[in-house]
């Protein structure tokens, strides 16, 4: 149906004012290609995989998310930036990314596009040990779905360790009740040239007795075997051992630091370990 003249005029005018802001947005894209070719010869990022700063990123998304406005839903921000991020750290250094299949495949698969993009190459692995081994042996990051209570052994064990890959962030990033790719993840890195100092540790322990979550810690999963319970915690970082057995209600046999992240943005619910309202949180 053909539309009245006045009319036609209006949509010409408004599709001049979209390609003109999708000029825009491909200029700004291009010009921060450029920017980044800049920052490479000042990091002297060489080693694959090593370009990831993850306390920047989560400072970087905690100001978008602070400024945003209007009717365009944040977690499409979230995505779009994710994809721009991804391609610009691929740039600097590629890496493919390894996802644990063991549990909610599709789901998973929607999370690892979610945050990775579609320029990034993704591994399918039975089972999150063999992401972890993965991540060990090569420069590519991996990706494990936080199963609270699942079968297998600790997987995490397998991040003990001097040089051994690490827990890098906690996905999803915003949490909101009206949100895609919003499975319980961790993304593995191998260690990371210059880390931010994050500001939750996540720790393996061992413990003869069961750990209560809560109370300034939070349980992310547990196994039990022969009577050891291994368990993986996160704390704020300036908790140290006495004050987690204190909140935990348990002694400890063993506790190991394997890996640090910054707090995500809670858009809904109550703060918690994991996530600060916007507002507070640096992301470092
Ligand atoms: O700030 C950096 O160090 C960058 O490498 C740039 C950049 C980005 O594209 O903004 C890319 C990857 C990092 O994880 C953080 C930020």
Redesign the pocket.
């Known amino acids: 149906m053909s539309e009245p003249a006045t009319d036609t005029q209006a949509l010409t005018a408004l599709r001049q004012k979209i390609d003109a802001i999708d000029d825009d947005v491909h200029r700004l894209l291009i010009e921060?290609g450029a920017v980044?070719d800049s920052?490479v010869r000042i990091?002297g990022?060489s080693k694959a995989g090593n370009?990831?700063?993850?306390g920047?990123?989560a400072s970087?998304m905690r100001r978008l998310v602070a400024a945003h406005q209007g009717a365009l839903p944040v977690t499409t921000v979230e995505h779009i930036w994710r994809e721009?991020?991804t391609t610009?750290?691929r740039m600097?250094a590629p890496f493919d990314v390894a996802v644990d299949m063991s549990h909610a495949p599709e789901r998973m698969r929607d999370l690892a596009r979610f945050y990775f993009g579609f320029s990034v190459g993704l591994d399918a692995m039975p089972d999150a040990a063999a992401v972890v081994a993965r991540v060990a042996g090569n420069t590519d990051l991996g990706l494990v779905a936080i199963d609270e209570t699942g079968a297998g052994a600790p997987w995490w064990r397998g991040l003990i360790g001097d040089g051994t890959p690490r827990i890098m962030s906690h996905l999803p990033f915003i949490r909101s009740k009206r949100r895609p790719a919003d499975l319980p993840a961790l993304v593995i890195s191998p260690p990371l040239a210059d880390p931010t100092p994050p500001e939750v540790i996540l720790y393996a322990v061992t413990s003869g007795a069961d750990l209560v979550a809560g109370d300034g810690i939070e349980v992310l999963a547990r196994r039990e075997s022969g009577g050891i319970r291994d368990t993986l915690v996160a704390a704020p970082a300036d908790l140290d051992r006495a004050a987690i057995e204190a909140r935990a209600g348990t002694t400890l046999d063993t506790i190991a630091d394997v890996g640090g992240i910054a707090r995500g943005i809670a858009l809904d619910g109550a703060p918690s370990v994991l996530y600060a309202p916007i507002g507070e949180g640096d992301g470092a």
Not at 51 to 54: G, Q, S, V
């Open positions: 921060r980044v920052l990091k990022t370009a990831f700063r993850p920047r990123e970087m721009i991020i610009f750290t600097q």
